[in-house]
């Protein structure tokens, strides 16, 4: 089942869209990796997704809420972090949970209190005094004890060394184990991204290239490497989603959409950097030149 | 040399970020790997899906996956609100059957050293073998 599912939407900011014609839907208990690179309205769509902003086209809904029109239904099920969590910086990390259990109907601040104690961050300290480690995790145990059904966090990693990323994952995988809530999770650093999520949406230019399962996804491509000149019977069984090649041979990333049949080309597993590279150089430049077209053909 | 303790169970459990196996098939093939050869025997409680998942940062669902898998080989059984637990033996071929498979490989590595092919034309020429095999076999059936 669906938890989220956005339709044609879109945010236009003056003449600029930040995304355009976005459809999507998000299965229920998985962990989302959305991937794209800076731009590509990620922030975006987390933002409309949290109803932060009315969008300026199509439609978004959770549990068949409206963010904006059912807020009162909508924001107790949801929680929220963001790469630069806004904590206020003179309180205390006790402060932040005694304000947590007063603005929030659903609250389990016993849960919130022995995972901070967990994490060996005392409730003395002052949101000022933690690392950006710290910072993040704390947020995140915030977000956590609103018990939401729905978790979405825009680049809660970005700032963090890959020490903290790990704990930040390992208190992340720990929850949605314990809590069996659905995540959204935006990131540019693909790297970590491989076993803690387990679905996938590559978003560029306001647009998805693929989504989909994470295990599929992996296991359905590979690079083939083969003569050049049986590129076109290759191309009639798999589909190419980026090509290279020299004289007489051809390097190809492909989804496998059949049986690899010609004993004179090899085929090699990818892992989800090469994947993700090869959706983005794909389509990136492709409309670039596009547009340098209409824009000629224009002028 | 006391090593720190980890885990609370009978095995640790690892994720290799660099392999080219997915997450859960790796899980599969550790778990399989210490039944095999007796890290775990039949009864021993698996570590509990939350505990695998925050100890490696990784999906509990893949756990789940994993865990799955093994259910339906049939080699682990899952009570409900006790936990996973190891269901069977596993054998592999004997000790004796491995020693002659050993020898014969042996007989022809020698035998591909006289013929000029050195280490890595060995390997590539096993995978392209096993690769043809795989898909004569795929074809086959």
Redesign the interface.
Same mark, same amino acid.
Not at chain 1, 194 to 198: I, L, M, P
């Given at each position: 089942m669906n938890v989220l599912e956005a339709r044609h939407l879109g945010m236009r900011y003056g003449r600029k869209w930040a995304l355009e014609d976005l459809t999507l839907d998000v299965p229920g208990? $998985?962990?989302v990796a959305l991937v794209g690179p800076n731009g590509a309205g990620k922030t975006t769509f987390l933002q409309l997704a949290m109803g932060f902003a009315e969008p300026s086209a199509g439609t978004v809904v959770a549990f068949g809420l409206s963010p904006r029109r059912d807020a009162a239904a909508f924001l107790p099920r949801v929680g929220y972090a963001a790469q630069e969590p806004a904590l206020f910086r003179r309180f205390s990390v006790g402060d932040l949970l005694k304000m947590g259990s007063r603005l929030n109907h659903h609250w389990d601040g016993t849960m919130a209190a022995s995972r901070l104690r967990r994490l060996g961050i005392g409730f003395d300290l002052s949101v000022a005094s933690l690392s950006g480690g710290m910072r993040a995790q704390v947020a995140l145990v915030l977000a956590l004890a609103k018990m939401p059904d729905l978790l979405l966090l825009d680049e809660p990693m970005a700032s963090l060394d890959p020490l903290a990323r790990?704990e930040f994952? $390992?208190?992340l995988?720990?929850a =949605?184990?314990?809590q069996g809530l659905t995540v959204i999770l935006s990131s540019h650093i693909i790297?970590?991204l $491989?076993?803690?999520?387990?679905y996938l949406v590559v978003l560029t230019r306001g647009r998805t290239q693929l989504v989909g399962d994470m295990?599929e996804i992996?296991?359905g491509h590979q690079r083939l490497v083969g003569p050049l000149d049986s590129l076109d019977a290759i191309g009639r069984v798999q589909e190419i989603i980026q090509a290279e090649h020299s004289d007489r041979q051809a390097n190809l990333l492909v989804r496998i959409r059949g /049986?690899l049949?010609d /004993?004179r080309w090899e =085929?090699f /597993?990818v892992?989800l950097d090469q994947i993700v590279l090869a959706y983005l150089s794909r389509n990136a430049p492709i409309s670039d030149f596009d547009t340098d077209l209409k824009a000629e053909a224009a002028s | 040399m006391t090593l720190p303790r980890v885990a609370a169970g009978a095995i640790t459990l690892r994720m290799d970020t660099t392999s080219s196996l997915t997450p859960y098939l790796q899980l599969v093939q550790q778990i399989t790997h210490a039944v095999r050869f007796g890290q775990l025997t039949v009864g021993d409680r698996l570590p509990t899906v939350r505990d695998v998942a925050a100890q490696l940062a990784i999906n509990p669902n893949t756990v789940l996956k994993a865990y799955r898998h093994l259910e339906v080989q049939g080699l682990l059984a899952s009570r409900p609100g006790t936990g996973v637990f190891v269901a069977k033996e596993l054998r592999g071929p004997s000790p004796q059957d491995q020693a002659a498979l050993r020898r014969a490989l042996l007989r022809w590595l020698a035998q591909a050293k006289e013929a000029g092919l050195e280490a890595e034309g060995v390997q590539a020429l096993f995978a392209d073998t096993i690769r043809h095999y795989t898909i004569d076999q795929a074809l086959a059936s």
């Open positions: 208990g $998985r962990i790990h994952m $390992r208190l995988m720990a =949605s184990a314990e790297g970590d $491989r076993a803690t999520c387990d295990d992996v296991g /049986p049949l /004993p =085929s /597993p892992d | -």
